[in-house]
């Protein structure tokens, strides 16, 4: 199992940057590589199940999005299908700002891995999509919200 941890600073305070984390139908506006949701239950609170792709050189790959837990400073996400792991999600208000810490764990399984990529690659490709998202989610947030 790897893990890949971020950081970043958004120049918005905590509530708005987190509403706007929160909705599933954003996912995919910030988080790279991801598509969908092709099926959605909820609204990205506790439960909300989002049907997604990720795609990998070229691979897309189906995994299932589940909300463990919802607040405004802290979200847990599970990820199910072929890739299994988590997301954790620290929402730290820093006056009028929000720095936004993210942990990924991810387990590709070896039938999988083997389609796409060693797993070297894989770990370096997941730690660039995981900083590309949250400069994405930086630009967005603090140029429309």
Known sequence: MGIVTRRIMINLPTEKVYEYCRNPMTWAEWCTNLAGPNKLT??????????????????????????????????????????????????????????VNIELTYSIPGSVLRKIADAKIIEKLVESTLAHSLENLKTICEGTL
Do not use: H, K, N
């Not at 919802?70 to 979200?75: G, N």
């Open 42 to 99: 909820g609204d990205g609170r506790v439960g909300t199940l989002a049907e997604m792709r990720f795609t990998m050189l070229s691979v897309q790959i189906p995994i299932t999005i589940e909300v463990m837990e919802d607040t405004v400073d802290f979200r847990r996400l599970i990820l199910r299908g072929a890739i299994t792991g988590g997301q954790i999600v620290d929402f730290v208000p820093e006056g009028d700002a929000t720095e």
